[in-house]
């Protein structure tokens, strides 16, 4: 007599590791209005301020990075490629939005012409390139960082769909690819305090150019509007503003990593719901 196989063990399913996909996404910003923010001109400007700093950071990003490519593990320069691909298009989307504002009779240029001439023609060239590198990793922690606030507050509820539309999309792929760049620092320098020295430039770096941009279109604003006071209190005092706060000074913690923040099903979540999970 036959003896009976034994039952099968029941095996979790294995979730294949993520992969960084590179997403075209052709948005157009003919039908932007000035105050896409809810017809808020500080908060508009605002969030101006911060995604005017956006492409040429992301070129910088790109070449911090490429500058060790060759010192690479084959794995790692396949997330560089990537990495820079999902940045060289979200360059692409804001430069054009940035004429969408410009063609409403709001300067631009003037402010993007003198930070890129000061932050990578002065500033960068004199910088050692692994502090450029370290910088990078901080500022690709605070736009993961960023993300996830833009995925779980309702700062983006109700703004223009083409802004929402950007800003959602760039956020869900800084998500996505937030370790890259620390990875290829942990092979080419693992070093604290050279990690801490990038953090402390990136957040003078970032939070400079991001005041003086906001000030920027303030300035061409006929000044008649109220501070939205209490929504901005709002802002800072709630749940996912005080969660990005423990996130962002988290990075000041030895032995952290980009993963150890579970945020990934944010980004995959709303990449589904527009359908463009995979491609
Ligand atoms: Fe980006
Ligand atoms: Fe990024």
Known sequence: MQTPAPPTPEVAPVEPPHRIVVRKMGLG?????????????????LVNGLHFVFPAGERFFIRSVRNYYTRLSRERKAEVAAFAAQEAEHQREHLACFEAIEAQGLDVQGFIQWYEKLMYEHVEPKVDPKVRLATTVALEHYTAVLGEFALTSDLLDGVHPVMRDLLKWHAAEEIEHKAVAFDVLQEIDPSYPLRVQGFAVASLGLFFFWGAGTLHMLRQEPWSHRLPTRQVLGYLLSRPFRTATRRWFDFLRPGFHPNDHDNLHLATDYLRSIGRLTH
Request: aromatic fraction near 24%; hydrophobic fraction near 35%.
């Open 29 to 45: 910003f003919d039908d932007l209005p000035r105050w896409w923010l809810r017809d808020d001109p500080f908060g508009t400007h």
